[in-house]
C-alpha cells in the first residue's frame, strides 16, 4: 500500500497538485467558516439556480471548486489526481484547467436547466471527475490494462463500466437530477473532445520536404 501512494503521488503533474491545493484549501475555509458561523462560503461559491439568475453567474463553474464534504474531497480528489495527471501530459497545464471548467460549466448548465425538480444549492467536483473519465477514455481508449474485475482489457471499457456503476450508484443514493448534472459534465468534455477531433482532421496536411529528399530529386 505505501509503494502504491508513493507511486500516485509521484505521478502528479504540477497542474493537478495545483487543483488538490485548491480544493483542499476551500474545503478547510468552507469548513471554518462553518463552525465559526462568520461567513458562508457554500453559499458564494455554490451554484443555486435562483441566485445564478440574480448575478451570480461564476456559481456555474466555481461549485466545482469547493467539495460537498470530507468523503467527496478524497473520493474527487482521487480520482482528478489519477485521471487529471494523464490528461495533462497529453495537452497541457493550462488545458487540463479549461477542460476542467468546461466540464465544471457543463455540469452547471445542467444543474440550471433542472432547477424546476431540484432549486437546492450544489458543491462538488463530480461533473469535473466524469468530464476527466471521458477524456481518460477517448486519449488512451485503445491502450490496454488489466482490468480489477478480471482479464485484460482496455481503457474504453474500464471507463465505461467506472461511469455505468457510478451512474447507478448515484440514481439510488443522490436521485436521477444529481446523476443529470455529474453526467452534464462528461456530455461538455464528450462534446469538446468530438469538436477537437473534427477540427484537427479538418486542417490541411502540410508536407515537408527535407533537404535529403530534394537532392536526391535534383
Known amino acids: ?29 468552507a469548513w471554518t467558516g462553518k463552525i465559526s458561523r462568520s461567513y458562508d462560503l457554500y453559499g458564494w461559491l455554490g451554484l443555486s439556480p435562483s441566485a445564478f439568475w440574480k448575478g451570480r453567474l461564476w456559481t456555474v463553474v466555481t461549485y466545482a471548486l469547493l467539495p460537498a464534504g470530507l468523503t467527496d474531497l478524497l473520493f474527487s480528489g482521487f480520482m482528478i489526481g489519477w485521471l487529471g495527471a494523464n490528461v495533462e501530459r497529453a495537452w497541457s497545464r493550462w488545458g487540463l484547467w479549461s477542460y476542467c471548467a468546461l466540464t465544471a460549466a457543463g455540469g452547471g448548465v445542467a444543474k440550471i436547466l433542472l432547477a424546476r425538480f431540484d432549486p437546492s444549492l450544489i458543491t462538488g467536483p463530480a461533473p469535473v471527475v466524469y468530464g476527466l ?86
Open 1 to 29: 500500500m505505501r509503494r502504491f501512494w508513493h507511486r500516485y503521488v509521484a505521478s502528479l503533474t504540477l497542474g493537478v497538485r495545483v487543483l488538490l491545493l485548491v480544493l483542499a484549501v476551500l474545503y478547510l475555509a
Open 133 to 218: 473519465l471521458v477524456a481518460w477514455m477517448r486519449l488512451s481508449g485503445h491502450e490496454r490494462v488489466l482490468a480489477w474485475f478480471g482479464g485484460e482489457t482496455t481503457v474504453f471499457r474500464v471507463g465505461l463500466v467506472l461511469m455505468a456503476l457510478s451512474v447507478v450508484f448515484l440514481l439510488s443514493s443522490a436521485g436521477w437530477v444529481n446523476a443529470s448534472i455529474v453526467l452534464g459534465g462528461a456530455l461538455a468534455g464528450w462534446l469538446y473532445l468530438s469538436l477537437r477531433w473534427k477540427l484537427n482532421r479538418a486542417r490541411p496536411d502540410y508536407p515537408v520536404e527535407s533537404q535529403r529528399i530534394r537532392r536526391l530529386e535534383l
